[in-house]
């Protein structure tokens, strides 16, 4: 596996490579576990040439102490990555992507006010900027990003439409623990005791995954089934859960039977809704999400 430091010597083996074969990225901030594997293993499918970056960027941070225990190996990572079958791994410095005086930032609007967006000011903004640098220094045909961080997923998209990027970009599933914790470079900061209590993420989203199924179709009512379940864990102190339409994250009223009307539904009523979380545990901020679909059998049953 190959490594590259610099943004020109980036776009110079981009720019002999790309016209001869299919090239992929995978985007991270290092720290890699399986889920960032994961992500490799899918862009493989989709390419001939896989490249990752390993950039902790500093403008997507809104607190400096976050950004200086960010966990950073590049070594160790490098590792993993040549395993995993990288062809390049692409590990340029803050001053190479910032250079002095930067000034252009990328900003996508309505989808990075909700959820994250609303607690951690300017961090979209500093996702959608590196994200788009990245995308020019290595040029990929494919892009691939986990579904964990289903909001930036979600503006990356927007942003490739709406910048007319030429990238297809590819959601991965979540990677679980067996316990259901979903992997995070940020885990390796729990302790042992807030390792077990981070698993109550995974049982409120299954909770109300559950209701759904059993018939429940108000998003307060599933709203309310995870908040308690996240509620008996005295570790657990709840940032947001929200219940949000998958595709505008803007907030849902209720679940529909998508057959269950022949009109389109309200703005706020979907068959389809993602339920997030980010919770604190301890001093560490996790997130989760699902989505929580009306079951087939009860959209049959309607429309019968
Ligand atoms: O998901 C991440 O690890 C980061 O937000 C990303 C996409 C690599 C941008 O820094």
């Not at 981070?198 to 908040?227: I, M, N, S």
Request: glycine share 6%.
């Amino acid at each position: 596996m190959r490594t590259i430091e610099q943004v020109s010597a980036m776009q110079a083996w981009s720019h002999e490579v790309r016209g001869r074969a299919r090239v992929a990225l995978v985007p991270t901030m290092g720290a890699l576990h399986a889920g960032h594997l994961s992500l490799v293993e899918i862009a493989r499918r989709h390419a001939d040439k896989v490249v990752a970056s390993v950039f902790v960027n500093p403008t997507q941070f809104d607190r400096a102490d976050d950004f200086a225990r960010y966990p950073c190996d590049l070594e160790r990572d490098g590792g993993l990555l040549a395993t995993a079958g990288v062809d390049l791994l692409f590990a340029p410095q803050a001053s190479d992507m910032y250079p002095v005086g930067a000034q252009t930032t990328v900003t996508v609007e309505q989808l990075a006010e909700p959820l994250c967006g609303a607690h951690r000011p300017g961090y979209f903004r500093g996702v959608a900027t590196v994200v788009l640098k990245l995308f020019l220094a290595v040029r990929p045909h494919v892009a691939v990003f986990g579904e964990k961080d289903y909001q930036q997923l979600a503006l990356i998209r927007r942003m490739v439409r709406d910048l007319h990027l030429e990238i297809d970009v590819v959601g991965a599933p979540i990677v679980r623990e067996e316990d259901g914790l979903a992997m995070s470079s940020r885990n390796r900061h729990l302790d042992a005791a807030e390792r077990a209590a981070a698993t109550c993420l995974a049982r409120a989203l299954a909770v109300a995954e559950e209701r759904v199924a059993a018939g429940e179709r108000d998003a307060a009512a599933l709203v309310a089934a995870a908040t308690a379940e996240l509620g008996r864990e005295p570790r657990a102190r709840i940032e947001y859960a929200a219940v949000v339409h998958p595709e505008t994250l803007s907030p849902l009223a209720r679940l529909c039977d998508r057959d269950s009307s022949a009109a389109a539904p309200a703005s706020d009523v979907a068959d389809r809704a993602l339920l997030a979380l980010a919770v604190w545990i301890g001093g560490t901020r996790l997130i989760d999400n699902r989505l929580l679909t009306v079951p087939a059998a009860s959209r049959e049953r309607r429309s019968a």
